[in-house]
Structures are given as C-alpha cells and as structure tokens.
C-alpha cells in the first residue's frame, strides 16, 4: 500500500532523503511535470515544480533530471527547463550531457523501415500521429476514437514489433519502437553513476516509468502519480502533488546542506570541566559535546548538522529571544537569561573519569520548555529514550547515558530513527535542575547539592584566575582569553587542544574544514607559554609532561609528529562524515587530520621557547626540561636542512619555508642561551650550527627583487609567518631588511581588521579569511619598528570582533564581517594576550 504526500510516512521518507550526502532528483515529463492533455504539444509543465526543480539543481551535492520518452529535441523546447536540470529523451536513448553515439548504419536503415511501416499503417486514420525520434518511432493515438487507436495499436503490434532488432515499449496512449535499447531504468542508473549520487528520488506516471521503480534501491525512492498498480513506495495523486512534494523536498534539503540561519560562529560560548568542552549558542542550547574525550564521537552535532544531529534546547514557553548571555565572572558558568527565566549551564567537576556530567539549572517565575534529542556518534546511532521516575536513559549506546530530571513529565516522539522528549517545566516554585550523565547509568542524586557542585565548579576557576598577573590593557578580555586557554587543556593528559571544535569553515560553503580537537607541539607550547607569561606554570608542566612521555615511544626526537591525540597517541585515518551537512552548508566534515603525517620543522622551536620562560618563572632549570631541550636541539640537528609542509599545513609539495628555518634557529639560540644561563654543557658544534642556519636564510630567505623575507627559498609569494624573522631576534627590529618585509606584508596581506595568511595557490579550492594570530604578530612588529598607533588601531580591531562572550574563532572575513574557522581558538587567544602584555609595557 502505497502513502500520499500529506502523510507523516511520506514526509519522514523524504526528510531521509533530503540528508543524502549526493542526492539524484529525477522525474517524468508528461503526467508528472506537466498534466496530461488532448494534444501532447501542448503539455507544459507546472510552474510550481518547475521552480522546485530549478532550485534543486542550484542545490550543491544535488542533480536533477527529466527521464521522458519524448524525444530530447521535443522535450527541451516544450518544457524550457533552465541548462542546470539534466534532460534525457526518448526512454533513455538520448542524453544532453555527451552519452549517445551515432546510430550504426544497419540501425539506422532499420529505424528508416520502421517510420515507413507505420506511416502505411496509421495513414488514413483520424487522432494518431507518428513522433520521429533520432533512434525510434513512437505511434501516438490519444486523440483517436478508441476503437481507432485499438485497430492501429493491435496493427503495430502484430507487425513491426515483432521485427528483430526492435525493442518496444508500451506507455498511455502510446507505442515507441526502438532501434537501439531503451530504458529509464538504465537511464537513471547511468546518471546515478556519472554523478556519483549515494540516494536516488523519482517521480512518474506511465508504465514506461516502472522500469526505473523497479531498478530503485537502499535508500532510494519511488513515487508513483495517480492510480495504478506499482513498484513504488510512495505515490501522490497529480501532477499538484508532485510540486507539493518537491517543494517539501527542496526546503528540508536546502535547510540540510545550508542550515537555517546559522547561529555565528563568534557567538558560541565554551563551558569545559579541564577534560571534556561544550558549545551554548546564545539561547542556551546545547549544539557540541563529545564523550568521553573532547575528540570522540559528538552527542550532540547541531554544530555541524542542525537538529537532526542532537541538541539539548531551554526556551521561554513564549519563546522571544534572550536579554544577553554572559560567563559568570571568572568562571567557565554560563548564564543565559530572558525576562523572568535564567538557566545557568556548567560541566560538574567531581565526576569519575570516563564520565561527563553537564548541570543545567532553570530559575525564574514563567515557564520553559525543555527539547532534550541526544545523537551519539555523530547522529549514526539510532536511540530509544526511556522515561523513569528520576528522568530518561538514553538506549541503544555502546556508552551508558542518563538524564537526571526527578519531578518532569516527559513526552516521547520518534522521528523513524530516533527519539526525542519533550517537557514544559515551571521553576517558580523552585529551581529545575537537569543533570546530563554520559558514561553512568546512575540516576540517583548526587551526592552533594546542586549549588554546592555549582561553587565548587566556578571556584576552581575564578581561583585560579585570581592569581594571574593580567596586564593592564583589556584586563578583562585577557582573563577569558587565559580561561579559554585553559578550558583547553586536558588536565589529565597535559595536552592541550587547538580548539574545541571539528570542521568549521575557513569558508562558508568551503570545503577548507579541519578537525582541531587535537594537541598540536606548536599549539599546544604556544598555548602553555602564553599561560606561562600571565604567571600560571601548571598548564606549561603538564604539556612537558605529555611530550616527554610521546617522546619516550620514539626512536628519536626527529621522529616528532606534529600532532598527537589529547592522550599522546597517533591519530586515526582521516575520514569523513558524509551524513552531516557541516556548518552553515559547509561540507565535509572531517575527523582526524591528515597533517599529523606531514614534516612541521618549526614544532621544535615554541617548545624550547617554552622552557624558557618556565625557567625564568620557577628561577631554575630542570634535567628534565633540560633533557628535552637537548632532545629538541637534536632534532634539528637531524632535520633542518630539510623541506618540510610549514607552520600552515600545506597539502602540497614541501618547500623550505623561511619560518620552519627561523624556528630551528630558534631552538639552538634559546637552547644556547639555556646552557649559558644554568651553567649547563651545550655540544661543541651548537653555536656553528646556530651561524649556519642564520646564514642560510639571510642569504636565502631574503628577495631583494620583492624587497622582503617571502614564504620559502623558492618563490615570490609572502606569508605573515616570516614575520618571525625579526620577532625572534634573528635580525633587529631596526633592520631596513626586517622593516621592509613589515611594510610589505602591511601591503598584501592586511586587509582592514584583519591579516592574512598567504595568498597564494595552496593547492586548496576556494578561499578563507584572515587570521587573527597574524594580526597579533602584526601588532607586534608595529610596535618593533616604532608604530605604536598602527599597533593599537589593529588590536582595536581584533578585540571588537570578539563575540559577545569574549571568545574568538580561528579567523575573520572583513568584507562579509563574519568570523570563521574553528571555535573557540587557541592561536587567537594566546595572539590577543600577547598583544594586550606588549601594549601594557609601552604604556
């Protein structure tokens, strides 16, 4: 039994449909497009599901066709569809996009004694007509009196279709013989392969079209028009129906790919407990958390995925917009309030490994309403959700997943796949308390009040912020940028995250997406340096700690990965989640990275720079950062006349980029002044090899012809990294060298608010946005070369591009004014710090 269009079945199917990474929409003309009429030059398609199906194929990861058994000529001038929608003729022996080949000569002779056979028999006979195709003859009688059509019908029948060599096929009103082999079926499987679609639709009326109901499969569907028995699933009633359920179809699959007004990245606030992070939009739900580690498989991906992919949502029961959001001072505690309705958000710090508990409290006199729709891995395993006295468990998870809500009344619903529930709850008679539980199946109370936890939880981070030495430009500002640092790294491993997040754009719409959920060296020693500097050395030593035990499952230093797993461990294959649409549109998602193959020569150089200043912090030298240092110094020793992918991760050939130089540079200057410092034994050749590489990239490194330090040795192009080169102290501040390369990235690469990167081929489709820790060494180098008010007047526009929470994304589009790029961002971070410490000096 077949379902109509305005049936929850119908639509649940399509939904389905609409999230298939590559979608296939294909239909029938006559009967399907466009009504049946008297006279078939007449037939025009409705302008309703024309407007569907030009909208879909403007649809990225989306083809549409019309599969008719008109000829292609006749087909094209009658419907008029705009060159995006695929058009094939006569049951799929032409094609528009270059698969028909001239007919061979004994086709061709045979297709010349067919049109004259049944020119013969329909000569004389009122309301039929022949329809002269490139490689078959169809015999129209739909407007001949029955016992007409039948005579002639029966006539072609007995005689030219039982020639050899003829293929025919039946439809209303109709009778097509073919020279060559026709069928819809194999013409859709012929345009399913061309475009590699992994889900097919198609609509149609006619017998001819069951030839492709019968061909559908796995996740495809069928849709038949009017009555009729048939192979397909689903059937609609007209030709009104089928531009209703194209519609439907369109928007669900443009919300999928595109997302229905995205929340702004910059706009997203972080909770973290030390181990595992969140994401609240400014409406407090929920749309990132992975368990059990901060790169495992999300629970809740709206992020990325819009609501199929999990959320957990607190509204008004009226549902106006909230009055602000803000962190509770010094806390990683987010508040969100409305008129007469507050919930409080934080992840519970006292919790067993393994387990992640995120507290949600709601205050207030008017009513809430609670949408709680977990999503495991990424929304690829079905739940069942499972109402107790003490709240819901989540069913059907390799991990265990409770939520505590003792006193709420829940409504389940299922969306063919899942389960979602549903409350109204009222806080005026005192404060509702959910309690997310991953990794328990405890739904008892805690052991401690809800308000205790809560101050347990933000004085173990206002505490430690307490004790910082905050400079005194944008105090404030710093302070989250210190809390955001430290909310991403994990306490119990030592490594630290680039960012929370996986896979959002450089680019909306782009394909630049990357999974930052790992520990980069250089991140992750930027990171712990920058906490180093505000006073903090805890976050420094448990990321030496973390090296030195990667370091221990090494034959050698030089044997160093870019990037390791919070746990110190090599990643996984990259791969990715077709199943999500990505932010914004912006597909694929990733998870795992393909850099942690590459060779990053500059890795060695923050981390000796990081010993550094926790040395000159504690007043001494350990053995241990010692030995490290001399691990690092060894691994340049070992590698840094090679070519390597850059601080910037280049899919491409390597080159010797002029940064990775510098940074080794940097590791035997840092490793020597060390060594002079604490009174240790620096090797004999250390000093010649620090001449050595000095040398190299003076003499290399510099263009005279562009007038500035460029990418590598080998080229014109600029990159705000080789800024570094007077950063770092390998040339000074006053050289006309190091001044001219300032002015000429200024030139290039600063657009407005922002810097750039590069601008050259990467290699990569598309583009992406500037970066705010390039604008962070700009400021810097203003302030080397003397120009204080350009260094303000950027920093200025760094910190106003911050979201209303404080926090800041990878990068910044300055035409669009949106910010990009993973969320928040370490690099950005640490930038803005570093900037604030810099002004706060030349006060």
């Known amino acids: 039994m077949t379902a109509d269009v305005t049936t929850a079945e119908l639509r649940r199917v399509l939904v389905q449909l609409a999230h298939t990474p590559r979608l296939l929409v294909a239909c029938d003309y006559d009967g399907t497009l466009a009504p049946i009429v008297q006279d078939p030059s007449r037939a025009l398609p409705t302008q309703q599901s024309v407007a569907a199906l030009r909208a879909l194929a403007e649809l990225s990861a989306t083809t549409v066709a019309v599969i008719s058994g008109r000829a292609l000529r006749d087909l094209a001038t009658l419907s008029r569809l705009p060159s995006e929608i695929h058009l094939v003729g006569s049951h799929g022996s032409e094609f528009d996009v270059g698969f028909v080949h001239d007919l061979a000569p004994q086709a061709r002779e045979l297709r010349e004694d067919l049109y004259t056979e049944l020119r013969r028999i329909t000569e004389g006979t009122a309301g039929t007509s022949l329809e002269s195709k490139p490689a078959s003859v169809a015999v129209h009688v739909r407007q001949a009196e029955p016992e007409v059509a039948e005579r002639v019908l029966e006539a072609v029948r007995d005689g030219p279709c039982r020639w050899d060599g003829v293929q025919v096929t039946e439809g209303k009103a109709v009778i097509e013989l073919a020279v060559v082999q026709t069928d819809k079926g194999q013409a859709l499987d012929v345009l399913r392969h061309q475009v590699g679609a992994s889900a097919a639709v198609f609509l149609g009326d006619d017998v001819t079209d069951e030839k492709v109901f019968a061909r559908l499969h796995g996740p495809d569907l069928g849709i038949k028009v009017g009555p009729g028995d048939t192979r397909a699933g689903h059937r609609v009633d007209s030709t009104d129906g089928v531009a209703r359920a194209l519609a439907f179809l369109l928007e669900e699959r443009r919300t999928w790919l595109h997302g229905e007004q995205a929340v702004p990245i910059e706009r997203h606030s972080m909770l973290s407990n030390g181990r595992v992070v969140a994401l609240l939009t400014p409406d407090a739900r929920v749309c990132w958390l992975c368990h059990p580690e901060p790169d495992s498989g999300a629970v809740f991906a709206d992020l990325l995925g819009g609501p199929t992919a999990g959320y957990f949502s607190v509204l008004p029961d009226r549902n106006g917009l909230p009055l602000g959001q803000r962190y ?34 709601i205050t207030g006199e008017t009513t809430a309403v609670v949408e709680f729709a977990p999503r495991p891995e990424f929304g690829n395993v079905p739940v069942r959700l499972e ?46 308390v959910l309690e997310l539980r991953c990794g328990s199946d405890d739904l008892s109370p805690a052991p401690a009040p809800e308000p205790q936890r809560r101050e347990a939880a933000g004085s173990h981070w206002s505490s430690w912020a307490a004790g910082l030495a905050l400079p005194a430009v944008e105090r404030e500002l710093v302070e989250r940028a210190a809390l955001t640092l430290r909310g991403l790294c994990h306490a119990e491993s030592g490594g630290i995250m680039a960012a929370a997040t996986t896979s959002l754009p450089e680019e ?59 746990q110190g461990s090599g990643l996984g294959p990259e791969a990715v989640i077709d199943t999500l649409p990505g932010y914004a549109g912006s597909r694929p998602v990733r998870v ?53 992918h850059g601080i910037w991760e280049e899919r491409s050939a390597a080159r010797h980029h002029v940064y990775s130089k510098v940074m080794c540079w940097v590791t035997v200057d840092r490793a020597l002044a060390l060594a002079a410092q604490y009174g240790r034994s620096a090797e004999p050749g250390w000093k010649q090899l620090r001449s050595d590489i000095a040398a190299e990239i003076l003499d290399q490194g510099w263009n005279a012809k562009v007038g500035a330090f460029t990418t590598a040795y080998d080229g014109t192009d600029l990159d705000a990294a080789s800024l570094h080169v007077g950063l770092s102290g390998l040339i000074e501040p006053a050289d006309e060298r190091f001044q001219a390369t300032v002015t000429a990235i200024e030139s290039e690469l600063r657009s407005g608010s922002t810097v750039y990167r590069y601008h050259r081929d990467d290699g990569l489709p598309g583009g992406e946005g500037g970066f705010h820790l390039c604008a962070a060494w700009l400021v810097e180098a203003y302030l080397a070369t003397g120009r204080r008010v350009e260094a303000q007047q950027l920093f200025q526009q760094l910190i106003d591009v911050a979201g209303p929470t404080g926090l800041l994304s990878e990068e910044y589009d300055p035409v669009a004014e949106r910010s990009l790029g993973n969320h928040p961002q370490a690099y950005s971070h640490l930038g803005l710090i570093r900037c604030a410490q810099l002004l706060s000096q030349s006060n």
Do not use: K
């Open 328 to 361: 509770s001072p010094g806390t990683m505690t987010v508040e969100t309030r409305w008129s007469r309705l507050l919930v409080t958000d934080y992840l519970d710090l006292v919790t067993a490994p393994q387990r992640t508990d995120l507290v949600r409290v």
């Open 387 to 432: 109402a107790e006295p003490g709240g819901l468990r989540v069913l059907g998870t390799s991990e265990p997943i409770v939520l505590r809500s003792p006193g709420v009344g829940w409504e389940i619903s299922f969306d063919g796949m899942h389960e979602s529930a549903r409350a109204v709850v009222s806080p005026a008679e005192g404060a509702v």
């Open 508 to 566: 909306l719409g782009g394909v630049r997406n990357w999974d930052y959920r790992f520990c980069w060296l250089r991140d992750g020693a930027l990171s712990a340096h920058a906490l180093v500097s505000l006073g903090s050395t805890r976050e420094a030593e448990g990321f030496l700690d973390w090296l030195h035990n990667v370091l221990a499952t090494l034959s050698g230093p030089e044997r160093l990965h870019p990037l390791y797993t919070l």
């Open 592 to 644: 795992g990275n393909l850099a942690n193959t590459q060779v990053q020569l500059d890795v060695f150089g923050p981390v000796v720079e990081l010993v550094v200043a926790l040395a000159t912090c504690r007043g001494a030298l350990s053995d241990r950062d010692w030995q490290l240092v001399c691990a690092m110094t060894e691994a340049v020793i070992r590698r840094w006349h090679e070519p390597d």
